[in-house]
C-alpha cells in the first residue's frame, strides 16, 4: 500500500487521523457564500441572486454546488488528481462534498449521479475518469448510484485557453447518451447530479444537462470539487 500523501501538496508528511498536512490544513478556501444561485459561485456583491455570468446566460441545468474555490492549492491538488495519476485525492473530496451539500441534492430529489464523461482515447490513457471517480464515491457516500449515462465522442482540445465563443463551439456535438447502460435500465432517474471537478464557464456542465434533458432526464444538478471567483 502507498503511505498516505497530503492531497494538496502531495508531501508524505501527513500524520494518521489527519485529512491533510499541518501546513495545508487551511491552505484550501471553502467556498462560504453567499453564492450565486444558479452556478454556485461565491458573489461579488452579495446583494444579487446571481453572478454577473449567470445573469445573461440562461444554462440547461438547474443549480450547481461547489466545495471550494478553484485557487493556488486547489489547482495543484486538482492537476495531481487528473494528470498524475493521484486517484486517491478522491477520498479527500468526497466526504468533503457528501458533508457539504449531500443532504441538499437528497432533498432536491437527486437518486442518481451522472459523471462528466472524458473520451475513450484520454480514458485509456490517464487510466480512470476522474469525474468517476468523484460520483461512484459521492453515490456510495448518499446511498444512491452512479450511472454513466454519458459519452464524449469526439476528442476536443482542451477547454483550458480558448475564449468562451471558443469553449462552446469546442463542445458542440461533443456529448451523447451511452445508451450501453441506459438502454438496460429498467427506468430512467428523474433528477440527477452530474459531477465534474472543475466548474469554470458551466459550458461542459450546460452541453451535458442538454443531452440528458432530450433522453428524458426530467431536472439536472452540478456538483463540482470547486470553481473559480466570479
Ligand atoms: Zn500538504
Ligand atoms: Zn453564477
Given at each position: 500500500m502507498f503511505p498516505?500523501?497530503?492531497p494538496v501538496c502531495g508531501e508524505l508528511k501527513i500524520p494518521w487521523e489527519s485529512s491533510t498536512c499541518p501546513?495545508?490544513?487551511?491552505?484550501?478556501?471553502l467556498i462560504t457564500g453567499p453564492v450565486c444561485m444558479h452556478c454556485g459561485r461565491e458573489l461579488s456583491d452579495d446583494r444579487k441572486e446571481f453572478c454577473g455570468r449567470c445573469e445573461t446566460r440562461p444554462m440547461a441545468f438547474e443549480r450547481n454546488f461547489a466545495v471550494w474555490q478553484y485557487e493556488k492549492w486547489m489547482k495543484k491538488s486538482i492537476a495531481d488528481f487528473k494528470y498524475n495519476g493521484r486517484k486517491e485525492n478522491a477520498s479527500f473530496y468526497i466526504p468533503h462534498m457528501a458533508h457539504t451539500y449531500g443532504k441538499q441534492l437528497l432533498r432536491y430529489g437527486v437518486t442518481a449521479l451522472?459523471?462528466?464523461?472524458?473520451?475513450?482515447?484520454?480514458?485509456?490513457?490517464?487510466?480512470?475518469?476522474?469525474?468517476?471517480?468523484l460520483a461512484e464515491g459521492l453515490a456510495d457516500a448518499l446511498g444512491i448510484v452512479s450511472l454513466r449515462l454519458l459519452k464524449r465522442i469526439k476528442?476536443?482540445?482542451?477547454?483550458?485557453?480558448l475564449t468562451p465563443e471558443e469553449r462552446k463551439r469546442n463542445l458542440t456535438d461533443s456529448f451523447a447518451w451511452d445508451n450501453n447502460l441506459a438502454g438496460k435500465l429498467a427506468e430512467l432517474p428523474k433528477t440527477v447530479a452530474l459531477v465534474d471537478d472543475i466548474?469554470?464557464?458551466?459550458s461542459t456542465m450546460d452541453a451535458c444537462a442538454k443531452v440528458l434533458l432530450e433522453y428524458g432526464i426530467h431536472t439536472v444538478y452540478g456538483m463540482c470539487i470547486c470553481i473559480g471567483n466570479e
Open positions: 498516505p500523501r497530503c501546513e495545508c490544513a487551511g491552505k484550501l478556501r451522472v459523471p462528466v464523461p472524458i473520451s475513450a482515447k484520454r480514458r485509456r490513457f490517464r487510466g480512470y475518469n476522474q469525474a468517476e471517480l476528442n476536443t482540445l482542451p477547454q483550458s485557453g466548474f469554470t464557464t458551466g
